[in-house]
């Protein structure tokens, strides 16, 4: 892809100020300018700067910037790039994108701002072959799309998932033929908000958890990363399908299908204080990791297996308790309106 000069950009910039949008082609061209292993990229990191250049992309940002100020959007959110990885002059990515970046940042939607996806392949093979096609490894969709596709699992089983992953803002919908990954969530429910990022728990290990079971041993946890392996753990044993975004802040959801959406809501109504507490009065941990993982505070040696099995139990037989409860008071019901009926 040949790379755009000062007076195309400007041109361009002309074009979203008054049009308030460019063409896909155009948004590549501009975020590939942008990408690490540009040669413009190179050359500044060896003081061959283009000022030129820069101060035309400058304003591109800017005008871009205005634009998602003012509510709009299109193919120009495309070219922004969250971050500077791979940029040897980090400050020149930095100097450049900045004004759109913040008001990405500040403005955006989660269809602006989710830079990893993941597809539990128990979803995956629900979906249809189009979309299918969307996690298979598409050249067009990896190169000129700024995204990393990987299928983490075995190929001959339901276990694994597959994760997009990019820099580039508005995954969610950036088309690849006609379609958009934004299609995949029309049907779903979010489920569960977490903060992976924030917990001592990676990005894989949770999905790793939650598609293929198992629970790892882990040297330091932290409250927030106990509680996510046990919502993964199951996600994994309740054999429910879902998918998570990540967004550029860190905040991640889980989404789901609507049947599996009462059991995990009764999973999530049981106070992880009454989980700690069962895990002391056992043995299982003493008072001062009880405190500490109440308090979120990093704890070393911490028995995670036993814990996490130990939750599980008693979260199954409280879900189970409700469950007969709910089944019980709507058969009460059911009863009440018979009579009713038949005064």
């Not at 000069?5 to 948004?27: M, V």
Request: hydrophobic letters at 40%; glycine letters at 6%; proline letters at 3%.
């Amino acid at each position: 892809m040949k790379n755009l000069d000062a007076d195309t950009i400007l041109q361009l910039t002309k074009k979203l100020e008054i049009q308030n949008d460019i063409s896909l082609e155009e948004a590549d061209q501009l975020f590939s300018l942008m990408s690490p292993h540009n040669d413009f990229v190179d050359e500044a990191a060896n003081y061959k700067i283009d000022y030129e250049l820069v101060d035309a992309l400058k304003g591109w940002y800017c005008a871009a910037a205005d634009k998602i100020k003012n509510g709009h959007r299109g193919n120009f959110v495309f070219t922004i790039r969250f971050n500077n990885h791979g940029f040897v002059d980090w400050n020149l990515w930095y100097t450049i994108q900045s004004p759109a970046i913040d008001a990405i940042m500040r403005y955006g939607g989660a269809e602006d701002l989710c830079k990893v996806f993941v597809v539990d392949k128990k979803m995956y093979v629900s979906f249809s072959s189009y979309l299918q096609g969307l996690f298979r490894l598409n050249q067009r969709f990896e190169e000129r799309g700024g995204v990393s596709i990987k299928h983490i699992g075995r190929d001959n089983d339901t276990g694994g998932f597959y994760k997009l992953k990019t820099n580039r803002a508005g995954l969610l919908l950036y088309p690849v033929e006609t379609h958009t990954i934004s299609e995949i969530m029309k049907p779903l429910r979010p489920a569960a908000v977490m903060w992976l990022s924030n917990s001592l728990i990676t990005y894989n290990r949770f999905f790793e958890m939650a598609s293929m079971g198992g629970i790892p041993e882990t040297r330091i946890v932290s409250g927030g990363g106990v509680k996510q392996h046990i919502l993964a753990a199951f996600i994994s044993r309740k054999n429910i399908p879902y998918i998570v975004a990540i967004d550029a802040k860190n905040k991640s959801v889980l989404f789901t299908e609507e049947q599996y959406i009462p059991i995990i809501k009764k999973a999530k109504e049981i106070p992880f204080e009454d989980l700690v507490n069962d895990a002391v009065d056992k043995s299982i941990i003493n008072t001062r990791m009880a405190k500490n993982l109440l308090d979120n505070n990093h704890i070393k040696d911490f028995p995670i297996k036993k814990f996490v099995e130990n939750s599980m139990k008693i979260m199954y037989d409280i879900i189970k308790l409700k469950t007969e409860w709910e089944s019980t008071r709507k058969s009460v019901e059911n009863e009440k309106i018979w009579l009713e009926e038949i005064r």
